[in-house]
C-alpha cells in the first residue's frame, strides 16, 4: 500500500513537472485584425509582453486593449512603433492610456500629424522611458529567446514607409520577420546589407502591396508562412495579386486578417500551430465541385448561370481531382479562382 502511494505520488510530481516546462517554452504571437491596420502582441508564458502598432485609433480601443485584458496580461514590457502612420499608431493612445507600458521603441521620426504629436505627448507625461530601435538594437522580452532590428539606420531616409523598424525574433528555434510597411527600397536595402532575412514567419510588408514583396526580397526570406494584415474591402486593393501568387510559388502559406480574423501563432518546445479566429468560409459552407447542383454553383458570388453551367460541363467530362483544376474552365482565370477557391472542395 505504502509502495503504491509513493508511486503514485512520484508520478503526480512528474506530470506537474511535465507541465511546468511546456508551459514555459511557449510563445503566443497574434495577428490582431484591426482593418486595414497592423497590431501584433506577443507573450510568453514566462510573462512577457511585446506589442507591435495597434491599427487606427477606434481599433485600439475596440480591439486591442480588450483582448489584451482578456488574456489577463496587466502590463506591457516594450511598445514598438514602426512608423507614425495612423494605422499603425493611432491605437496605442487607448492602449497606452489604459494600461502600463514599460518601455516604447521609436525610429525617431519625425512627422507632424496631430495624431503623432498627441501620442508623444502621452509617452512623455506618462514618463515612458522612449528608446531608439535601430540595427543591432536587442528588445529583451522574458520567454523569448532573441529580438533584434533590423532596419533602420540613422539618418533617416525621407520615405515614411521605408524607414519601418523591422525586426527578426527567434523562438526555440522558429524565426518571425515584423517588417512594419517597408517598401521595395527599404528590402533591397536589407538585402544588400545582408541582413539576416530568412524566416519561417513572415509579416507581409505593408498589407501585401505591389510597391513591396519584389521577388529577391521574398526569395531571401523563403517563409512557410505568410501573415497579411489588411482590411476587408480596402480601398488600396491590398493585397495585390501578384505578391499572393509570389509568397505561393515561393512555398508560404497565406494567412489574411481580412479571411482568417484575427490569427494565432503558438510555438511550443519548437513546434508551431496557427490558428484563426475564422475560416473565410465555415466548412459546413463548401460545396464539392463533383456534386454540387446548378442551383447551389449560383450561390457562390462571381459565379452565374453560364459558368455554373461550364462547371457542370466539366465535371461530367473530366471531374474535379482539386479545386485548383477550376482553372480550365472558360471565364475562370487567376484572379476568379482565387476569390473563389475557398467555397469548394473535392470529394
Ligand atoms: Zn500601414
Redesign the pocket.
Known sequence: MYRIKHNLLLLICLLLVTAQVGLAAQVQVDFLDVG???AVLIHSSDGGVLLIDAGIQSAGAAVVVPHIKRLGIEDIDAVVMTHP?S??IGGLIPVLEQIPVARVYSNYQVHTTQLYERLLLLIESLDIPFLLAEPGTEIPIAGIDRIEVLHPSQPLSDQI?NNSIVLRMEVDGVSFLFT??IEKEAEQLLINKRAELAADIIKVP??GSSTSSHHEFVAAVQPSTAVIMVGEGNRYGHPDLEVLVRYQAAGAEIYRTDHHGTITVRVEDGVVSIETAKSRVGADQRLNLNSATLEELQTVPGIGPVLAARIITYREEFGFDSVEDLINITGIGAKTLEQIRDYFYVY
Open positions: 486595414q491596420g497592423d502612420h494605422d499603425h514607409n512594419g510597411d505593408h498589407h
